[in-house]
């Protein structure tokens, strides 16, 4: 009869312990996902209007728009439309477009576009507020940690839409070194990379505010940790206590704000989109609200609903790991 290793011992019901927590993260994120799409419907139906009228050509007669509202299934019941629309997500069916159009194809093009313009703002947030933090955390108290408060606070505090109008101004209308608008290829993406530029900005920095204050909280609590002090006490380099001691016990919660933050990211693309002309979901979205195109504005919610799910996940893994890993 074998016995098993104390290590493995240890690490197995650890691992059971992460696993069974990740899955109750998942199903309520799950939920959460299935109420927020209820919700959608429903607040779609209570605006003034429907899809059948939205999206029909002036003059129509009374007969022909009811005719329409039957095809379209609009004479349903809310919650019989949104349970036929639920049951086709897990084949990959995100239903029909008030237009006819299947909403896969729709997004087909723009959520690449989308997700592309949030990763690389996420991407630069994430290193900014490193360096701002990890910076500011280097002399707790003095005059570069007051500043950085100060400006990460100002640039969280001002809305996308402040943040774009002040960088369009700055650098495009009064010195002209980057593009005002978005021009489109023929593949569906931006001309230059240039034209990402602007958007990528106005999305980036108020993360950028947003996670350097939770990268700097998080390192002050670990600056107050015994083993912190000691090595401080012991001599080591600033930046070598940041980097070996300060810096890994705070990824849980850089981590967790970071995919936090992800999802804001993609709320404001909404607005930077549109005032840039950058082709993403947002002009979808702003446009199947205008039609009260139910499927549209769901298929939009639900793709990007998914996307943040899977970053808070991930999330939420790497903190259990790196706990679990702590405690053992």
Sequence with gaps: MTTAHPAAARILPGAGRAARQAARQAVRRLLMLV???????????????????????????????????TAMGLDRPVPERFWDWMTGLPTGDLGTTARGEHVTDVLAGPFPNTLLLGGLALAVSTVGALALGGWSALRPGGRVDRAVDALSTAAFALPEFVVS????????????????????GPDGRPETWTMILLPLLSLAVPQIGWNTRIVRGALADQAALPHVQAAVLDGLPRRRVLGHHM?????PAIAVGIATSAGMLLGGTVVVETLFNYPGIGAVLAGAITDRDTPLVAGVVAAAGASISVLLLIADLARTAVL???RQ
């Excluded at 779609?44 to 009811?66: C, N, Q």
């Excluded at 010195?175 to 489109?184: D, F, K, N, Q, R």
């Design 35 to 69: 109420l927020l799409l209820a919700a959608v419907f429903a607040a779609v139906e209570l605006l003034p209007g429907d899809a059948a009228g939205a999206t029909s050509d002036r003059g129509v007669t009374g007969a022909d728009l009811a005719a329409r509202r």
């Design 247 to 251: 810096l890994p016990g705070a990824l």
């Design 165 to 184: 109008v002040a960088l369009l101004l700055l650098l495009s209308q009064w010195t002209g070194w980057l593009p005002a608008v978005t021009l489109t």
């Design 324 to 326: 679990g890993g702590e």
